[in-house]
């Protein structure tokens, strides 16, 4: 290497740490030599260079907010067993999976009995969306009512609050299951309704449960708030029943012998 290539070569490395792109002064000279053998075009080389540091950065965004939406499980659409209800719909999770609803805006209600696969699709919807590059967050409704709850006691609703209606995709599970918490929040109620209102037509909320819309009053305790939480809730919203038996309770049946 002559002098004036060793001297553009340092610049050029010099302008990549400026940019704060990590390539190494090796794998310039791999792309300097595989042009040059290969008779790259000038787009072809920059292609080459910086497609696979884009890559990396790609899946360093997409790691980042798999780990942020705090997922309780790390489910696939592919991993879900298909055959054993022949009921669910493939195709409209799929289209869920594309994140068109979340780029309108548009809330998510799934009721069904437990054990039918709900959280397993709408996990794996959500771990979609992360690859898309919309921040997700998934909770319990118990936790959020905890978190709210506490955040009531110390003054910081309101921070609490914004931090639920910032995610893309908020993604609540287990609506049904937080009977503990509620009756130990009497405000509990309103407090969830509050995170429902603030996200209404801003951003997109799922939320999966086993109670279905008649019960939401009953419920919840007071029938005009589940009214107006339910109108929030299901306004231009995919809504989706899934009735059949219990995965879990069936599962040691279909393991093989």
């Known amino acids: 290497m002559d002098r004036k290539t060793k001297t553009l070569r340092e610049r050029v490395l010099e302008h990549f740490a400026v940019l704060r792109i990590p390539i190494t002064g090796e794998e310039l000279d791999q792309l300097i030599a595989a042009a040059e053998r290969e008779g790259l075009s000038f787009l072809e080389a920059s292609d080459r260079l910086l497609g696979e540091q884009a890559a990396r ?5 997409i ?38 609803f979340i780029r309108r805006r548009a809330n998510v209600v799934l009721v069904g009995q437990s054990g039918v696969g709900k959280s397993h699709l709408m996990q794996a919807v959500a771990l979609s969306a992360c690859a898309l590059g919309y921040r997700v ?17 110390d003054k910081s609703l309101n921070d609490t609050l914004k931090r639920y209606a910032s995610w893309d995709l908020l993604l609540v599970d287990e609506f049904g ?4 918490e509620r009756e130990d929040c009497p405000q509990a109620a309103h407090l969830l309704y509050k995170v429902i209102s603030r996200r ?5 909320t799922v939320l999966i449960t086993n109670v279905d819309f008649d019960a939401w009053g009953h419920y919840l305790g007071d029938p005009p708030l589940a009214m107006a ?20 309770a069936n599962r040691p049946r279909m393991a093989p012998q």
């Open 57 to 61: 950065r790609r899946d360093r965004g």
């Open 137 to 153: 967050f998934y909770t319990t409704s118990a936790q959020m009512i905890i978190q709210l709850t506490a955040a009531l006691a």
């Open 63 to 100: 790691k980042r907010r798999i780990t942020a939406a705090h997922f309780a499980d790390h489910k696939t659409l592919e991993a879900f067993d298909w055959r054993f209800n022949k009921t669910i719909n493939r195709a409209q999770f799929e289209q869920l999976a594309t994140g068109d």
């Open 200 to 204: 209404h037509q801003r951003r997109s």
């Open 229 to 248: 939480m339910l109108d929030r809730l299901v306004d231009g919203a995919v809504i989706i029943k899934i009735k059949g038996p219990s995965y879990r």
């Open 177 to 180: 299951f937080d009977r503990i």
